[in-house]
């Protein structure tokens, strides 16, 4: 899903929200969308930035296990859960995990960030401000505060595909009603705008 948003995020984000200070971000964003627009294989262009080889030189498990690394981040995987979809060990996992986050900088100051920012106001927004408390997220048993931790980082990147793709569906909704002559509306039995 988060590739697919970041098809759209041109034609429905305003330029101010998409800016970037880092130069590391900014240039895995202009390859990711370089990619996603020539219609190559996102995950293998992934998994080449991650193992520093050329894409040609990805393997189906390369690709697969760049694949498996980015929704499990996205969804908040743990390394144990990591090791068993990827049918590896522990530290393999950790250090597949690692090496993931290193090739992406700007993966790991966006994580950090949005958890800070939970930890300071007990919640977590989306693109369209959309709010989600989390009270777990200052919790002292570990594991309560890792769990909020990855909701916190899921909401925000899932929750704000939901509002962009909510934005979008709006959008071409009011277009094709404007552009839709009445008479083409008709043929269908149905009154325009509808």
């Known amino acids: 899903m988060l590739l697919q948003v970041a098809k759209l995020e041109n034609f429905l984000i305003p330029p101010k929200l998409i800016r970037t200070s880092n ?6 964003r202009e390859k990711l969308i370089a990619a996603l627009n020539s219609g190559e294989d996102v995950f293998k262009t992934i998994a080449a930035n991650w193992k520093n080889i050329s894409v040609e030189s990805v393997s189906s498990e390369e690709r697969q296990q760049a694949k498996k690394i980015c929704y499990g981040m996205i969804y908040g995987m743990s390394s144990n859960t990591l090791c068993q979809q990827l049918n590896t060990t522990k530290d393999n996992a950790i250090i597949f995990m690692e090496t993931f986050k290193n090739s992406y900088p700007g993966l790991n100051s966006y994580f950090q960030s949005v958890i800070k920012k ?6 977590v927004s989306t693109l369209m401000q959309r709010r989600r408390y989390l009270p777990l997220i200052n919790s002292k048993c570990k594991s309560e505060k890792a769990h909020a931790e ?4 899921n909401t925000t990147i899932q929750g704000s595909a939901a509002d ?3 934005s979008a569906m709006i959008k071409i909704e009011k277009k094709s009603c404007r552009e839709i002559p009445r008479n083409f509306a008709a043929l269908f039995n149905t009154k325009p705008g509808e």
């Open 23 to 28: 130069t590391s971000t900014s240039i895995w």
């Open 118 to 123: 939970c930890v300071e106001n007990g919640y």
């Open 150 to 153: 990855r909701q916190a980082v």
């Open 164 to 166: 962009l793709i909510k």
